[in-house]
């Protein structure tokens, strides 16, 4: 009978009668089964012989047995054991003890034995293990390990359900690798949205000699971000790939290990650890459970920037929704560093518009026709505005202001600001339309347009503010607004060079304006008949 004693104090028996035989290797089909890579697939055969004695040979060469601390080969055949004789394979040593037994079957059923001959001799030979198993201690470690492994990324998934701070989920991450992976150092990088400079957001160290040693391989951490793998090297100093800066090597790291953050939207920074007191290398369970963590903490940290993007996008759709064409606030929302608040000089096109003759028609009408005519008439202008990639300034009793240019500028902002206007005027046929349907007087418009610096920003007190140009080319852009004639488009000479051949223009008129010491050369857009200038103006700003 063969007993072997596991680690958790379990028994395994079989019953080997005179001329039975047991195979002993790696694989599962195998009688007794040994879990070690130094251990062959097939390798060795365990048989009863006559007496009581066991006979003992090696499968093949280049295995290892030891009877009696004596090497067995497979060229010297097999080696006869006796009643208390033992034998030794890999690191699991086993003792005979020939004693007599009454016939039966085995019945055991941890047996590993496929199948068994009933005892017909009155001896049976008692094979016991001596000590506990290395590998099945190995084994049954790395199940442990691998159970805790476990409980710590569900903890890990379960606290970063509602955290949307990636400060706080790239120091959550650390904690739990300094808690689970024997490193001395460990740091977790981001790359920053704006710069694409990798920054360390959590440090953290074993004891407070290593945390004077502050740096890390930014080789290593730089090499797993762009090959976007699992970097590890258990020898620092011999490795050819890792060309390391002096600091790292006078701090004596000895091995390290890096996984990258990757999420659906590319590699967000990396994770990394190292040991630097003790030479012992890492496991592969512990860059497993690096990697485990780290595609976690990608995982959060794509979901917290899901959620600030989300966030950005509420903040200017409710701030922006009513003054700016759609693409200008998804641009914004995507790329917020285009968006500077404090004010900035920059090249724009101002437009204002007004409604002619609106004095004397809102002493005559009531004050809900004027509200529902204005509705109607400032619906079909904000349209054509968006529609030409402007942004919707202001609204000014009867006029509204529109910029060209700001936030976001282009080549065509002058030429889009014109085919707005010609745009808007055309409007008024169909506004006009609507108004006589609903008994509402009709109304005409003035427009005047100007280019130049400006002073853009969000402008205002505490309680409210707002984003707005002003300047010298807001002031001339709503003095020749006033002086057009209804029906009318004013542009400057500045606008006028930015339009090249896009749009028919009067010949040039010196005009003074209030409050500008110098004449302004202003020119009227021609934009009858339609069919003459509808295509030029979808050129400009196509």
Same mark, same amino acid.
């Given at each position: 009978m063969f007993t072997i004693q596991e680690a958790e104090g379990m028994k395994r028996e079989w019953d080997l009668p005179e001329g039975g035989r047991l195979t002993v290797g790696r694989a599962p089909d195998n009688d007794i089964r040994i879990d070690d890579l130094r251990v062959s697939r097939r390798h060795a055969v365990i048989r009863a012989a006559a007496h009581g004695t066991v006979l003992l040979a090696n499968i093949s060469k280049g295995n290892v047995v030891l009877a009696n601390d004596a090497a067995v080969t497979a060229e010297m055949g097999e080696a006869t054991l006796a009643d208390g004789d033992s034998f030794k394979i890999a690191s699991m040593r086993f003792v005979i003890t020939r004693r007599e037994t009454p016939l039966r079957y085995t019945d055991d059923p941890l047996s590993m034995s496929t199948s068994m001959a009933p005892v017909t001799s009155g001896f049976t030979s008692l094979i016991t293990n001596s000590f506990i198993s290395g590998s099945r201690q190995h084994e049954i470690e790395e199940l442990r390990r691998k159970a805790q492994m476990l409980a710590q990324l569900c903890e890990m998934s379960a606290a970063l359900a509602t955290v949307f701070d990636t400060q706080s989920i790239l120091e959550y991450a650390t904690a739990i690798v300094m808690r689970a992976i024997p490193a001395d150092c460990c740091a977790a990088l981001l790359i920053d949205e704006t710069t694409a400079e990798l920054r360390p957001v959590s440090l953290r160290f074993r004891d407070n000699e290593t945390a004077n040693q502050r740096s890390i391989s930014r080789t290593a951490v730089r090499t797993a971000i762009e090959q976007r793998v699992m970097l590890s090297s258990h020898d620092v100093l011999q490795d050819m790939n890792l060309k390391l800066s002096e600091s790292v090597v006078m701090q004596s790291i000895s091995s390290l290990a890096c996984a990258p953050l990757i999420g659906r939207d590319g590699i967000y920074g990396a994770l990394y650890i190292d040991r630097r007191v003790t030479?012992?290398?890492?496991?592969?369970?512990?860059? @497993?459970?690096?990697?485990?963590?780290?595609?976690?903490?990608?995982?959060?940290?794509?979901?917290?920037?899901?959620?600030?993007?989300?966030?950005?996008?509420?903040?200017?759709?409710?701030?922006?929704?009513?003054?700016?064409?759609?693409?200008?606030?998804?641009?914004?929302?995507?790329?917020?560093?285009?968006?500077?608040?404090?004010?900035?000089?920059?090249?724009?096109?101002?437009?204002?518009?007004?409604?002619?003759?609106?004095?004397?028609?809102?002493?005559?009408?009531?004050?809900?026709?004027?509200?529902?005519?204005?509705?109607?008439?400032?619906?079909?202008?904000?349209?054509?505005?968006?529609?030409?990639?402007?942004?919707?300034?202001?609204?000014?009793?009867?006029?509204?202001?529109?910029?060209?240019?700001?936030?976001?500028?282009?080549?065509?902002?002058?030429?889009?600001?014109?085919?707005?206007?010609?745009?808007?005027?055309?409007?008024?046929?169909?506004?006009? @339309? @609507?108004?006589?349907?609903?008994?509402?007087?009709?109304v005409q418009l003035g427009i005047g347009i100007n280019t130049g610096e400006a002073t853009v920003g969000v402008i205002g007190a505490h309680q409210r503010s707002e984003y707005t140009a002003i300047g010298d080319t807001v002031n001339i852009a709503s003095r020749i607004e006033g002086i057009a004639r209804p029906g009318q488009i004013l542009v400057t000479a500045t606008t006028a060079a930015e339009l090249g051949q896009a749009f028919a223009l009067s010949a040039p008129e010196a005009v003074t304006v209030k409050n500008i010491d110098e004449a302004v050369q202003v020119y009227s857009v021609n934009y009858e008949p339609e069919e003459a200038t509808t295509e030029p103006a979808k050129q400009a700003f196509d």
């Open positions: 030479p012992d290398k890492f496991t592969d369970l512990d860059t @497993q459970l690096l990697g485990a963590v780290a595609a976690q903490a990608a995982t959060a940290v794509e979901a917290t920037r899901a959620h600030e993007r989300s966030q950005r996008e509420a903040l200017a759709r409710a701030a922006f929704a009513r003054f700016m064409p759609e693409h200008i606030i998804k641009e914004l929302v995507e790329n917020p560093e285009k968006y500077q608040l404090g004010g900035v000089n920059k090249r724009l096109t101002v437009l204002f518009c007004d409604v002619r003759g609106f004095t004397k028609l809102a002493h005559r009408a009531r004050p809900e026709t004027i509200v529902d005519l204005l509705n109607i008439l400032f619906t079909a202008m904000a349209a054509e505005i968006f529609e030409h990639h402007g942004t919707l300034n202001k609204y000014i009793g009867d006029g509204l202001m529109a910029l060209f240019g700001a936030p976001l500028s282009s080549e065509h902002d002058a030429a889009n600001a014109v085919a707005a206007a010609i745009g808007m005027q055309r409007r008024v046929r169909e506004v006009n @339309q @609507q108004l006589t349907a609903k008994n509402l007087p009709t």
